[in-house]
């Protein structure tokens, strides 16, 4: 087990744009950023609105000349003070993404951000050039899944050849609450979810589509050469998509297919990777995230267990428990900015290393995904390349 | 728990043709027949190879006078005996399935037939067409994944509502045993499966693909509208494909996956069915046939066994043993021969009665799935009507 | 695969005490025998009611002259008959297996009995005396549980080392359908199984935590040395016990719980077994018995599934179907009728050859286990002797 | 969800008695009182060794001032601070539990001590004592696996009477790491835990046995009248227990075994627990500990998940995301230190509350039946009342 806080002695200081009352992932960015002790949480523009910015500052134990309702006026008076903040965690809807990131990368503050990045490709490449610009600056995208240890485990297997070539793909990532039509009701998640104008042109595609993407690419290496989309919203009246499925061709001839789906009824939050390869296959499910099915050819299936010593390093450096000791979404998604943390460090040293976390290629790749779903669902499900 | 033969005091006398040493499907068949002592076996023509069809007989306690080679000759024969065969197996490879039902239906014998009914959908209505004009004549197509008592459960369950609309259907069916190229080694299963000119144009497709699309159809009532598929062979100098996946949509706008392999290492015979309607999903797997998983909306999952009261009653007339006495593939490949005697004994004595058991209208069907899959990826994948 | 029906021309003719209408076991040993072809039932004194006698023997195709309402009339007759039956199944309440027994070994008749063998121990030590002096005699006991592949299997890895010393067995069987005072209704199966002048002093104890200790005894290759145990009637009016616990040591150290409960609410035929060895474990479910868990220490779990290459030849032998085609109880039970139709061929031939089966030294070692539970419940539970 | 930080302002000051570096259980403790950022730890012993108690402190960010290495100068020192911490973790080796405890008590710190309370059941109940003096004082003993959310599901189920009448309590806690003789390498954690010096003559009795017995006692509200125990120590040269089975016999006639073993290969930290009642029964595996599984009689079993709207109150209270993002061992760890955080702000408020974790009543009674498995062993398992 490694108590990560044995080798850091300063937390990092930590600002938070959105996330304030009745947000939803706010909260878990927070217990992220708190689970290994390797962040303060000292400012936040939590709402554009000053009265619920405050409020919901104070219930944060922020000091009231750090509750901000503006980001920008945040990004500069931040930057500006000799205390001001080291990170920002961008946890607003989808369609403010872009703008945010430009203002603290504009600050020369290292960045965490929900994703998907943005809610055009455009913008997403627009973050990149910005980026490009400034080596010396950091971008964490919380693509939390990946940041499982049996799913750094599966992919340090796959790049080791332990499968052999892949030649399957099959990734699913179905939830049921949006069976009905939940954003007649005002209910905020579900509002902001399914208007494009706030969370961009893809439902289900965007919100949960680009982690399965992501997953399956982050484990297999293989990224799609070409796919042919079908989209659906089974509920009257959604205005974006709340069902999608998609069929994936790969450069070495390996086949997928990819479905997520908002109207899975009964699923909570059914995240499932299979790889199949011509020597071994793997299998995980993100609702039991500590173990991994290892099929070999020919041989009985194995059952890794996460504290395994015999997994990959991958593994045990994102493991804070022996086996047995479960651990779940929030040490995922607390690995996300343990690692960061230590890229930051990087940066704040003078190091150069490579990022231990997802970031704008990450980002870019995923809106190239969802523009080609689209853009294949705009044909008639025609195979289109990414 | 029924023990069928309380009512049912003459076994049917029944023949085989095919089935004889070194096949595999022959001895399923045989082992069905015999489970519930609704018939007798007494002739066959089990190897065109007479010395084989001989010794393969007297294994099988067959006389000498009713081993044939010819099943031509043996239709002749049969039908001219007073106590010629009521009933007749055809387990042949694919490509003979259509001459021999030939033969038999215009010897008036009752026909059980393996799957898929033919290799051309052309055969297959030339089958349908003869038969209607044979009422009395029963016909019965071993698609007998549909007959687990669960599949039964699930299809009554789906009819009567309980599911609510259905929006998402599901289907895989994951082998590994072709993952090598088998057939090089001269395998027999392997090889007459794999050559286009015994199996027909349709490798894991035909083979499986077929018992996946029959199983989504038997439980759905929905029959796919449109298709979009694509084939892979992935082992090298295969002739046929090896990996089939398809999207489908239906009539009343629900959408659908079906993927089949024969190459996904580390599967055995993994044949599982997701129905998501708007009101309750239905989960199962062919591995765990004793259980269903029924999952409504805002409740939890409920686990349906085998052998329950509260169960549709369509599932307790196939079951034989109480709950937590597992049945397997066995016991539904029998339900397929018990139910098809009651069809017959109807038959016999004059009765009209709808079918008990998948027939000509479910081969053509899955011919005609064959067909549309096969051109859809003739025009790389393009949507194509069924 | 294994037709064993290929390398069997006659079946064995079959008569069969008890299994009446309305009899559950007696249709599981009708199915059991017929699966494999190696059977035919001729005779029967399937009640002692003549009417029933007679109504249940013509629903199962016998003849009227041999349907007998008296089981001693019938072991004379049959014997005397040129075409009589070879092999006896017994499957009457508990308290008519020993006089069952008798007058068909007095016959020279092969016999299989279901279990528990006898009700008393010194009629099952009378039995194996009387069988003592007629070695071409067989005797079949239907422990199916240990008929299941898979335990097949799992004996031969503990006897082969596999597991290193076996430490710890953990068994237990659970069922429901007593957790309510069924008997009172009339019900048959309960009435007689809770009566004592019926089913012997044991209840579930006698039923069902035989078939526990038999198991744990097969696999572990181990026989208890001492235990202590407490019984519970949980059901009030309750004449026998409806659940029991027990505390096993073994001869060389190791140490082992056995429950057994027939009012466990929620379960069907619950049975499982555990065995941790110093060098690795096996867990098995009868409810899924297609699977085996093999836990080599410091290694992953691994899963193996019957019809798997590499198991031991014993576990082959019993299967009928390839791996992914489930088999289940109806199977498992079959395959002590197909194995003891060789043991019965053995001794028709004059071979000698062990058992394939559980035969006597089963049966008194299971009335040996009840007389100690009995015991040691009557002492509050005091360690005593097997 | 709900974000606790949101109604607590300040986080109290935390001291730590252990956990320098190399232990294992501190860091746990660390991270569960970080997560829901309720705590701010300031100060420590966290070692006896000065050197390594000042290194230990600086890792984790401590002013040196406050690194202490004589637990006794601690507690005085930091009751006399201004700022001096409110609450002190426990986490030494058994055998201080109780010196440690009393120093901190008479300081007027709260405590939060990890299990078990003591080594003799006379410490624990000279603690009972000393706290019963001083009513404002609060007290948390970690039985951490009582705080998952659906353990305290479990319980409320069972008390608001909707498993009818516990009949059969079955609670099994197996782990294997000290299957071999790791106290020989002298491995720190194995080392410590089988001295009788340092963890009192219970081994795996003590450390995971409390453990079961309390899981047991909370869900099921019942506390075994008598019990008969057998231990071992299976690994040679062991001076401690590591293997403990006993009966257990509860005053409304209910029935139980609790078997907890160190040298169960193969298994890595799993607790289970199965409560059945006349009306419905209860599964849960601390493995899988985001599912419980609830059988009411007759009907089919429903899969409850944390995080349903359906659950008890008390699960949601202890829940932080939603369904199907799963929580594990750090957030039920957590869970302790969040709520006796309100137990803690009760008291200085003036506040009277019935304590919200297990305490020292939990302790004792732990102690008690550690006594009376020791005792009950002592006599060769006879029936001893607790």
């Not at 920008?72 to 965690?89: L, S």
């Not at 964490?140 to 080791?160: E, F």
């Not at 979404?329 to 190091?351: K, M, P, S, T």
């Not at 290393?353 to 025609?382: I, W």
């Amino acid at each position: 087990m490694s108590d990560h806080a044995n080798t850091a002695p300063r937390p990092l200081r930590l600002g938070m744009v959105g996330g304030g009352q009745g947000a939803f992932i706010g909260g878990v960015h927070r217990i992220a950023a708190r689970l290994d002790g390797q962040y303060q949480l000292v400012a936040g523009a939590l709402s554009s609105d000053p009265e619920r910015a405050r409020a919901s500052g104070a219930e944060l134990g922020l000091a009231p000349e750090r509750c901000y309702s503006d980001f920008r006026a945040m990004a500069q008076a931040e930057a500006a003070r000799p205390d001001g903040i080291e990170v920002v965690a961008i946890v607003t809807p989808n369609h403010l993404h872009h703008a945010v990131a430009c203002a603290f990368i504009e600050a020369g503050i290292h960045v965490v951000c929900d994703k998907p990045l943005t809610t055009t490709l455009a913008d997403a490449l627009d973050l990149q050039s910005r980026l490009a610009a400034r080596p010396a600056q950091r971008f964490a995208l919380t693509h939390n899944y990946s940041a499982y240890p049996l799913m750094r485990a599966a992919r340090a297997m796959v790049a080791s050849g332990q499968l052999g070539e892949v030649r399957i793909v099959q990734v699913e990532y179905a939830q049921d609450w949006l069976a009905e039509p939940l954003e007649a009701t005002g209910q905020k998640q579900a509002s902001w979810r399914t208007d494009p104008a706030l969370a961009g042109p893809a439902g289900a595609l965007g919100d949960i589509g680009t982690h399965a993407a992501q997953l399956a690419e982050f484990v297999s290496g293989l990224t799609p050469q070409e796919l042919s989309a079908d989209l659906m919203s089974f509920v009257p009246g959604r205005r974006v998509d709340d069902h999608v499925q998609v069929q994936l061709r790969y450069a070495n001839r390996a086949r997928g297919l990819l479905w997520a789906s908002q109207v899975a009824t009964g699923e909570e939050n059914h995240l499932r990777l299979r790889v199949y390869g011509s020597r071994a296959a793997l299998h995980w499910d993100q609702e039991q995230p500590n173990e991994l099915t290892f099929h070999p050819a020919g041989e009985p299936a194995r059952r890794l267990t996460r504290g395994m010593a015999s997994l990959p390093a991958e593994a045990g450096a994102a493991t804070r428990t022996p086996g047995g000791h479960p651990e779940g979404y929030l040490e995922a998604f607390a690995q996300i900015y343990r690692d960061f943390a230590e890229d930051v460090r990087d940066a704040q040293a003078g190091r150069e290393s490579p990022p231990r976390v997802p970031g704008l290629s990450d980002g870019v790749r995923g809106l190239q995904f969802v523009e080609a779903v689209l853009r294949s669902h705009a044909q008639n499900a025609a195979w289109v390349a990414l």
